[in-house]
Every structure is written in structure tokens, then in C-alpha cells.
């Protein structure tokens, strides 16, 4: 069965310094992979996807993500991040796009000033 | 504008009450999604629709009905069998070929 594991549950930043949140994943085959960003009692709402090709992701709001076949990981990063990127941040994985997705626990971004 | 409508954004439900959340989307999305978000937990599916008049159960389906009659509409039944209902519900849709499952703003579940 497939499944996503996000090791930190807060993470405390300083706001301009760099961000990396973890995300690795058990799947058959190489999976579709997605990170998503959530405000306070909102949707969700897509930061970036990978599906094949360049392991190196560009995604909205200054973020990336790595795709690591060997370490099964999907971590995003931030060089500096602001303020407004506080928030929860969930690392999804799916056979197919058309799929439900398989979702981890989330991380909790703190910024501090 | 094209979205994901839920509603109501609040429901309450009594001990052995029945009640039905709202999914409605313009994006002429094949297929419909509904997730269910307690704290600590993240997303789990519950049941998922890729065309009409077709659904399959997701991860944790018990207790809950769905219906797909229209392309556009993906109501969710939380029926009296689902004892811990209070949850933050989120439905999703997505175009057939596309890439990216969209997301509405969620309904927040509490029983009285």
C-alpha cells in the first residue's frame, strides 16, 4: 500500500532564512507527486507536481521540490521565505493524477519576525 | 469564475442524524473527490467519482454515501453510522488528462 511520511509535524523558521520540509513515500513504481499548501480552515492549494522528467521542480511562490528515486523523497524547499508561508503543507502521491491521493500528516510552518 | 463550491461552511448534526454536504463545481471536471482532514491526521479519502453515475469507495468509506447524477454535483452523506463524524470535509475535482487535483474550501463538520 502506498503511504507518505512527513517526519516534522512544526517546523520554526526565521523569517529570511531557508526552508526545507521532508517528504518521503512508499510506492510500486514511480508515483506522481504533489505538495500542497493549506491557510487556517481553507482548501488546498497546489504548489507544485512531478510526474516525470526533471527531478528538479519549479512550483508558485518561490518553492521547490527535489524528486529522489534512491531515497524515495520528495522534499521542498524555500531559499528565503516570508511571513504569508506560514501554514500547513501537506506532500501527496498518487498512481495516476485522476487518482484520490494519498496525503501525509502535514508539517506546520512557523515563521518567526 | 470557475471553481469548487461547498456548503454550507458550517453543519451541525444531532446524535442519529443524517446529514448531506454539498460539492458543486463550473470547471467541467470528469472526476469529483471527498476528503476527510482531522488535526494531526492529514487528508484521507473517503469516496471518489471519475464519471457520472460511477463512484468507488477510498480509504475510509464506512459511514458514509455518496451520489453522482451530475457532472457538476458530488454530495456526501454522512449518515448515522459514522460515530465520529466532527471533521473538516474537503471535496476536489479534477480534469480527465490534467494534471492537478482542485480543491474547495471545505466544510467543517461538528456534532451537537
Known amino acids: 500500500a502506498q503511504s507518505v511520511t512527513q517526519p516534522d509535524i512544526h517546523i520554526t523558521v526565521s523569517e529570511g532564512a531557508s526552508l526545507e520540509l521532508r517528504c518521503n513515500y512508499s510506492?510500486?513504481?514511480?508515483?506522481?507527486l504533489f505538495w500542497y499548501v493549506q491557510s487556517p480552515g481553507q482548501g488546498l492549494q497546489l504548489l507544485l507536481k512531478?510526474?516525470?522528467?526533471?527531478?528538479l521542480v519549479q512550483g508558485i511562490k518561490g518553492f521547490e521540490a527535489e524528486f529522489k528515486r534512491s531515497q524515495s523523497s520528495f522534499n521542498l524547499r524555500k531559499p528565503s521565505v516570508h511571513w504569508s508561508d506560514a501554514a500547513e503543507y501537506f506532500c501527496?502521491?498518487?498512481?495516476?493524477?485522476?487518482?484520490?491521493?494519498?496525503f501525509g500528516k502535514g508539517t506546520h510552518l512557523i515563521i518567526q519576525p | 469564475d470557475g471553481g469548487i463550491t461547498q456548503s454550507p461552511k458550517y453543519l451541525f448534526r444531532k446524535e442519529g442524524q443524517n446529514v448531506t454536504l454539498s460539492c458543486e463545481q463550473n470547471?467541467?471536471?470528469?472526476?469529483m473527490y471527498w476528503y476527510r482532514q482531522d488535526p494531526g491526521q492529514g487528508l484521507r479519502l473517503i469516496y471518489y467519482?471519475?464519471?457520472?453515475?460511477?463512484?468507488q469507495k477510498g480509504d475510509i468509506a464506512e459511514g458514509y454515501s455518496v451520489s453522482r447524477e451530475k457532472k457538476e454535483s458530488f454530495p456526501l452523506t454522512v449518515t448515522s453510522a459514522q460515530k465520529n463524524p466532527t471533521a473538516f470535509y474537503l471535496c476536489?475535482?479534477?480534469?480527465?488528462?490534467?494534471?492537478?487535483?482542485?480543491f474547495g474550501p471545505g466544510t467543517r463538520l461538528l456534532v451537537l
Open positions: 501527496a502521491v498518487g498512481r495516476y493524477s485522476a487518482d484520490g491521493l494519498t
Open positions: 510506492y510500486g513504481a514511480t508515483p506522481y
Open positions: 512531478y510526474f516525470s522528467g526533471d527531478t
Open positions: 470547471l467541467n471536471h470528469d472526476a
Open positions: 467519482s471519475q464519471i457520472v453515475n460511477d463512484f
Open positions: 476536489a475535482s479534477h480534469q480527465q488528462g490534467g494534471e492537478t487535483q482542485y
